[in-house]
């Protein structure tokens, strides 16, 4: 049975074509489906469409229901359509009549949109507390190793002195920015659409600055049809939001693989986080990168299937949109865990020291060499040139234990305190507080 079903309903056919993966979607959103009508309800006894009995009553169903969600006693049954018509007719059958009650005012288009942002703002969340915890480790490391010299690369060449500190930095600093992108997807979720019903508003007085309110959204989407709209626009600027994560996670992954590789061996890891070869004893192969870097280049491809998804689409809800869930859910899953991981690995990240004592190195140093001369006089031209010289008659002969690097971000100047400063300013920009203290009047 369909909440829309009338005398007939669709071929079973159809039915199974048009319903794909919802079902497991439905069981993720179930409790913030349950949020929405909590709300969604108190609003509804506000303009009198609701008793405050049938409001109570409905209040006391609800919360049962979001206790079992909890519980994972929650299951949509058999040839009940989606997670809306469960919650529906379970109220409807312990409470009676009062549950038929609960849609006035709402569309399924409005109620899912509504239970996406929610969502949404949920994993957010999940996603900002793993980031919180790699850039520590990052931070830690940086600071540990910032005196621990390493090969700098241009065009995969050696090309200057870098530190361990630096390079574990730059991720760090890469993530806080990586927060600002993940801070305009948190705000297009923070957005109420709960009222806007298909996309036109509704003839009831729907007081929807109140269901604002007890849902902790920022703010609402004023226009009913954008707030449509704002469906597949919030995934697309999810996507690439996970999608700028991924590639700082990619770019760690494949310096780790390089790094590991004997030829470099500047990093290495105890051997029960690495994997063996069946038929060659030596092999510790980087198998926990090698597979961070695949999923976040398929994380990275999400924003391109998300756009073409919503090519062409015209105003107004499209069945192409139920598609959006496919790349988004498995997504933020992927990420987390990705995430995670690359905070677990380098809690054990092994560095080697003193790499650039070894003369095959000393060339790393030209630059040092050609800023010494300037500094003494010499035009930077004529200081190239004679180093430059030096190289090619292999007379080049650099100290290697010294370097003056003092401006912020440098090696001598990691600007930790700053980078620091950059996390907690993005950190704050999620209000989660507002949040929280909706959910717990609610539930309370």
């Known amino acids: 049975m369909k909440l829309w079903q009338k005398a007939t309903g669709s071929k079973k056919e159809v039915e199974q074509f048009t319903i794909g993966r919802d079902p497991e979607f439905d069981i993720v959103l179930a409790p913030f489906d349950v949020l929405g009508s909590m709300a969604h309800a108190h609003m509804l006894e506000k303009i009198g469409l ?62 899912v949109l509504v239970d996406l942002k929610l969502f949404y703002r949920s994993a957010i969340r999940e996603l900002v507390e793993e980031i919180e915890e790699l850039f520590a480790m990052l931070m830690e490391l940086s600071e540990k190793h910032k005196n621990n010299l390493m090969p700098g690369y241009t065009h995969t060449q050696l090309a200057m002195p870098s530190s361990f500190g630096l390079w574990f930095g730059s991720f760090a600093e890469g993530l806080t920015e990586d927060l600002g992108l993940l801070k305009a997807a948190f705000d297009l979720s923070n957005k109420n659409p709960l009222g806007s019903a298909a996309g036109y508003g509704s003839s009831f007085p729907l007081d929807r600055t109140l269901t604002t ?45 390089l790094f590991m590789n004997q030829h470099f061996a500047f990093i290495a890891f105890p051997d029960d986080l690495t994997t063996g070869s069946s038929i060659m004893p030596h092999k510790k192969n980087p198998d926990v990168f090698e597979l961070i870097r695949a999923k976040t280049n398929q994380i990275q491809g999400v924003p391109t299937t998300v756009s073409l998804l919503l090519t062409n689409m015209s105003t107004g809800y499209h069945r192409d949109m139920q598609l959006l869930k496919e790349e988004i859910f498995p997504a933020f899953e992927m990420l987390k865990s990705c995430v995670a991981m690359s905070t677990f690995m380098l809690r054990s990240i092994k560095v080697r020291q003193n790499i650039l004592q070894d003369s095959f190195y000393k060339h790393l140093f030209s630059v040092e060499v050609v ?11 004529d200081a ?11 007379q080049f002969a650099p100290d290697q234990s010294q370097l003056s690097h003092s401006h912020e971000g440098s090696i001598g100047n990691l600007s930790l305190a700053a980078i620091q400063g950059k996390m907690d300013a993005a950190k704050q920009a999620f209000d989660f507080s507002k949040i929280d203290l909706a959910y717990s009047s609610l539930i309370s």
């Open 213 to 257: 309110e007890l849902l902790g959204f920022a703010d609402l989407h004023h226009n009913v049809i954008n707030a449509q709209n704002s469906r597949g626009k919030t995934e697309r600027t999810l996507a690439f939001a996970m999608a700028g994560i991924a590639g700082t996670l990619n770019r760690l992954a494949t310096d780790v693989c």
């Open 371 to 381: 800023n010494e001369l300037v500094l003494k006089g010499v035009p930077f031209r």
């Open 384 to 394: 190239y040139k004679q180093v430059g010289l030096e190289i090619e008659a292999d």
């Open 50 to 111: 609701l008793t405050a009995e049938d409001n109570v009553v409905l209040q006391k169903g609800l919360k049962e229901i979001y206790a079992e969600i909890g519980e994972g006693k929650f299951a949509i049954a058999p040839g009940v359509e989606d997670v809306h018509s469960q919650v529906e007719f379970l109220l409807t059958e312990r409470y009676g009549e009062v549950g038929k009650k609960l849609h006035s005012g709402r569309s399924r288009n409005d109620q």
